[in-house]
């Protein structure tokens, strides 16, 4: 999942790098630059400020099924893709979970 505060000053996300899994592995007071070159505007920011955001794709699963199913014929490209779809979906519905349960304030 992304994190991400919305800048106080243009609303753009300002996305940062951060392996928390809920707020509360978050500092609960931190500083962040805009990342939008107009703005810049750097500011103060609460821990209950952030959001996160899944990155996960379905598609992608499916296409690294089809790739990979490829060195194996068209039948092997169809039944990758396919493979690969229900991983996709899995592993996106997996990250929609946990960004649900950060966003929720779950701990």
């Given at each position: 999942m992304r994190l991400f505060v919305l800048c106080n000053?243009?609303?753009?996300?300002?996305?940062?790098?951060?392996?928390?899994?809920?707020?509360?592995?978050?500092?609960?007071?931190?500083?962040?630059?805009?990342?939008?070159?107009?703005?810049?505007?750097?500011?103060?920011?609460?821990?209950?400020?952030?959001?996160?955001?899944?990155?996960?794709?379905?598609?992608?699963?499916?296409?690294?099924?089809?790739?990979?199913?490829?060195?194996l014929g068209p039948e092997g490209a169809v039944g990758g893709a396919l493979l690969g779809a229900a991983y996709g979906k899995k592993k996106q519905d997996e990250e929609q979970a946990t960004v649900d349960r950060f966003n929720s304030g779950w701990d």
């Open positions: 000053h243009c609303n753009q996300k300002i996305y940062f790098n951060s392996t928390a899994q809920s707020r509360n592995q978050l500092p609960s007071v931190f500083q962040l630059k805009c990342s939008n070159l107009s703005c810049g505007h750097v500011d103060v920011y609460y821990s209950r400020n952030v959001t996160a955001e899944p990155t996960i794709t379905a598609t992608s699963g499916a296409f690294l099924g089809g790739i990979l199913g490829l060195l």
